[in-house]
């Protein structure tokens, strides 16, 4: 349930994400100016990685490669340059937090999420607040 809610809250949130809602209780929900972001992407390659036991990064990357353009990807200018191999400074904004959502589903102790949590933020983030 954690992917799904993720991705929804990923999509309803979208139409928001960089110019904030008046009155929340007074929203619609969906309508044509939802779309489904960056943080969408990155939770579908995180349960991709683990579903096929490749790396984080080798997923991510193929994802992220695959939407650069995207519209609704928006990209950090440190991730982009992940993505691109143009610099090998990472992210640190909240990013490895927003994809997280199927680690939860998948695994069952409380140690292995947090674990497995921190090996995906390390792929991208190379900050304590970013892991």
């Known amino acids: 349930m954690g992917i799904k809610g993720a991705i929804l809250g990923d999509i309803i949130g979208s139409k928001w994400e960089f110019c904030g809602c008046k009155d929340p209780y ?12 960056d943080d969408t992407i990155l939770s579908c390659a995180t349960k991709y990685s683990i579903d096929n036991n ?9 994802f992220s490669e695959k939407y650069l353009h995207y519209y609704g990807a ?9 993505i691109m191999r143009e610099d090998h400074k990472q992210s640190f904004g909240n990013g490895s937090a927003m994809r997280v959502g199927y680690i939860g589903d998948y695994f069952d102790s ?11 933020a390390k792929t991208t983030h190379d900050t304590e607040d970013g892991v």
């Open 54 to 62: 490749i790396s984080f990064e080798s997923a991510y990357r193929t």
């Open 110 to 120: 409380i140690s292995d999420v947090v674990d497995m949590a921190k090996e995906s």
């Open 74 to 82: 928006g990209w950090g200018n440190n991730f982009r340059k992940w």
């Open 26 to 37: 007074k929203v619609e929900l969906f309508d044509d100016k939802n779309f489904f972001t």
